[in-house]
């Protein structure tokens, strides 16, 4: 009886497991480098082995989400680049006069091809970390051909194992991306479901832990529709009644849920005051937290390939929210403006609740009623002339970074010519993974990078000391790469530790010593940390401040097209059209960078009155987008609305149009009278009408507090230089 019944949770448990991205990827790895490493080891081999596995986990870090075909096009594009870099490494790295200019001038290429594309970008970062392998390991090659062949030859045999990985499980990928779009949904849901119990003093708290995970899901959601535009831009028509067809429908679902989870029907704070019946506040928590616990479940059932079972208990949970309601209006005869937009909320948990039964049909692998056409966004190709222009300004955060970097190598690269570091090119492996973009980024990785490290040296010192066998240290190694990959978009530091034993480890056995050089490596870390940090903070520095107006008229731009795009749909009919959702999905977007701003200018040396702008800004423009999300998802046809309130929207369209135009260009923004907010009229009576009269007030006032917030830029500016530098 016990075996009957821990075999089917065994046989989940080890389902769940093989299905986790990271796990799936970390098991790719681990067999790519055992079956090199253990032949290796038994034809007393172990040097070559190593390198081997060197190009290996090159290959795995440059690696892209493609198609079959797109993915084996890059795979021999990246095996002659890292062919081409490992001999040019080899043929100069003995004269530091023509080698030093070489690395750097090399550096600053391959983080400019960024510009074109993450693919290209990832490319260029796989050249440039496979040249610095090659610079570490080349005291130890015996000859010319050695580096170049092994190396290029480990990320082949990866490249090859991953591409027939693909053949067999050519969806895989998107399955997991379209389920993290759903986890991260869960986890907005349920985190929006503590409004109804939490005292107000924590409600803007709330606010902003909404606002930091739809970073995650809007990031999610783009992730996927970028990997389904890959793999429909290969078929020769439009999917239909495959896998395809029902991952692009489970997409577009979520797409919709995301505008109602995100929207804002009545302010919580006065929810709380206004109503006092607790039981309906219960309800609709308990309402929320079912329905995110069920978006987990379909992620989970997205993610297993398994079929989708709804809850019934929502269907019973909704009634009984509605009958509480009507129950507490004929008792307690709550005003019309509180009842419309409860009402309206419970309507829009319903759409979702008829969301999640939509999906329960989508997985269960039946033939699709009918065909998925609808088209989604692709990106807009820039002109090359102009791009590469752009790219070379100093305004270029791009261009900013690989001018910082490049310095960094050159300072590193003279420090191991000058003192003759043989085995110095950590430093550049330090200062490559350390020296990000932004200042916080790289304040973030540089902790991260030496816990990390000291982590990992910590715990190879006592491994080779009781395990010194060759054959215990290979499976140390490989333990430590497999970690690594685990662990490497989840827990950095963590990563960082087992992958510094990984790379010891290597270099080690590499060179055929059994003997672990730590200290040496504990230097160059805390010398590249210091570099990165050092060009981060003096050259170009990139300050969150700086960004600020720039972003704040991104949002103002977005919202008002996001707001134009709903209207338009007053007049027209609902349209779920590739312009509204991408109206849409650039409020989000633009909501980000600013939520991001204010997530990344708390580490920087700024005066206390850019946070505070910066979390104004912030807060009320998630909130606005909140509002807006409302007014799309009940967003229909009505010629009573557009009369009433057309002449309004359209102020308001142009009152964010002016601003962020006053921003983007840096003149002085022009004066405006407040726009007139209408409070709802207490004798309309439907409850449609109600609502959007209600969201019209609450936007009209949240865009008159963020035209004068911009306004503030050009009255700081006059008088604080904020500019550490």
Not at 509 to 521: A, D, K, N, Y
Request: proline share 5%.
């Amino acid at each position: 009886m016990p075996s009957a019944i821990t075999a089917p949770a065994l046989v989940s448990w080890l389902r769940r497991v093989f299905t986790d991205s990271h796990f799936f990827f970390a098991i790719k790895v681990l067999l790519a480098m055992a079956s090199v490493l253990l032949p290796g080891w038994w034809l007393e081999q172990t040097p070559g082995a190593v390198t081997l596995t060197l190009g290996v986990m090159a290959g795995a870090l440059s690696e892209v989400d493609q198609g079959p075909k797109g993915r084996l096009r890059h795979l021999l594009l990246s095996l002659v680049c890292f062919f081409i870099a490992i001999c040019l490494v080899t043929l100069t790295i003995d004269n530091p006069v023509l080698f030093g200019p070489l690395l750097v001038i090399s550096a600053s290429i391959l983080i400019l091809m960024g510009a074109w594309g993450s693919t290209v970008g990832t490319l260029g970062f796989g050249i440039l970390l496979i040249s610095l392998y090659a610079m570490q390991g080349h005291p130890d090659s015996p000859s010319f051909w050695y580096q170049p062949l092994l190396l290029t030859l480990g990320a082949a045999w990866y490249g090859l194992l991953s591409w027939v990985v693909l053949l067999i499980w050519p969806y895989k990928q998107v399955h997991e991306q379209l389920a993290q779009c759903y986890f991260s949904l869960s986890r907005y849901l349920l985190e929006k479901s503590r409004f109804f119990d939490s005292p107000d003093q924590q409600h803007q708290h709330l606010r902003h832990q909404l606002a930091q995970l739809n970073i995650q899901l809007v990031s999610a959601l783009e992730n996927t529709k970028q990997m389904l535009n890959r793999r429909i831009q290969g078929q020769e028509c439009h999917p239909q009644q495959d896998e395809l067809g029902r991952l692009l429908a489970l997409y577009l679902l979520v797409q919709d849920m995301h505008e109602r989870a995100t929207s804002s029907h009545y302010s919580y704070q006065a929810l709380n005051q206004d109503l006092k019946q607790l039981d309906i506040l219960k309800g609709y928590q308990t309402l929320l937290v079912g329905l995110g616990e069920a978006c987990y479940k379909l992620g989970y059932a997205i993610l297993t390939h398994n079929a989708y079972q709804h809850p019934k208990r929502l269907t019973w949970a909704l009634s009984a929210l509605e009958d509480q309601l009507n129950y507490s209006h004929l008792q307690q005869d709550y005003p019309l403006h509180l009842l419309s937009p409860l009402k309206y909320l419970g309507r829009n948990m319903a759409r979702l609740h008829q969301g999640l039964v939509r999906a329960e049909s989508l997985t269960q692998r039946q033939p699709l009623p009918e065909a998925i056409t609808v088209e989604l966004a692709q990106p807009k190709r820039q002109p090359f002339w102009p791009k590469l222009k752009a790219l070379f300004h100093p305004d270029s955060l791009l261009f900013r970074h690989s001018m910082r970097l490049c310095l960094c190598f050159a300072l590193g690269y003279s420090l191991i010519a000058y003192f003759e570091l043989e085995r110095g090119y950590w430093i550049l492996l330090t200062i490559l993974f350390v020296c990000q973009p932004s200042f916080s980024a790289t304040r973030k990785r540089l902790v991260q990078r030496i816990l990390g490290t000291i982590g990992g040296i910590l715990a190879a010192v006592p491994l080779l000391y009781f395990f010194p066998s060759i054959g215990a240290q290979l499976m140390i190694l490989l333990l430590g790469a497999f970690i690594f990959f685990t662990q490497i978009k989840v827990y950095y530091s963590w990563a960082v530790g087992f992958v510094t034993l990984f790379v010891l480890l290597a270099f080690n056995l590499q060179g055929g010593t059994s003997e672990l050089i730590w200290l040496p490596r504990l230097f160059d870390t805390l010398i590249g940390c210091a570099l990165s940090f050092v060009a981060v903070w003096f050259i170009w520095p990139d300050w969150q401040r700086r960004h600020l107006p720039r972003l704040m008229a991104d949002a103002m731009e977005a919202n008002a097209g996001y707001l134009a795009a709903i209207a338009q749909q007053f007049a027209h009919g609902r349209n779920d059209s590739l312009d509204y959702r991408q109206s849409r999905k650039q409020a989000h977007l633009a909501d980000n960078q600013l939520a991001l701003a204010w997530q990344n200018i708390r580490v920087e040396p700024v005066p206390k009155y850019w946070l505070n702008l910066c979390f104004d800004i912030a807060y009320r423009n998630h909130a606005l987008l909140s509002y807006l999300s409302t007014l799309g998802a009940h967003r229909a046809q009505s010629q009573l609305l557009q009369q009433a309130h057309g002449p309004q929207i359209e102020q308001l369209v142009s009152q964010l149009h002016v601003a962020a135009k006053a921003l983007h260009n840096e003149y002085v923004q022009p004066a405006s009278q407040p726009i007139a907010h209408h409070e709802p009229t207490l004798d309309a009576v439907d409850d449609w009408l109600i609502l959007n009269q209600q969201l019209l007030s609450h936007i009209t006032l949240l865009v008159n507090d963020l035209y004068q917030l911009a306004q503030g830029f050009q009255q700081q500016d006059a008088t604080i230089d904020a500019d550490p530098n």
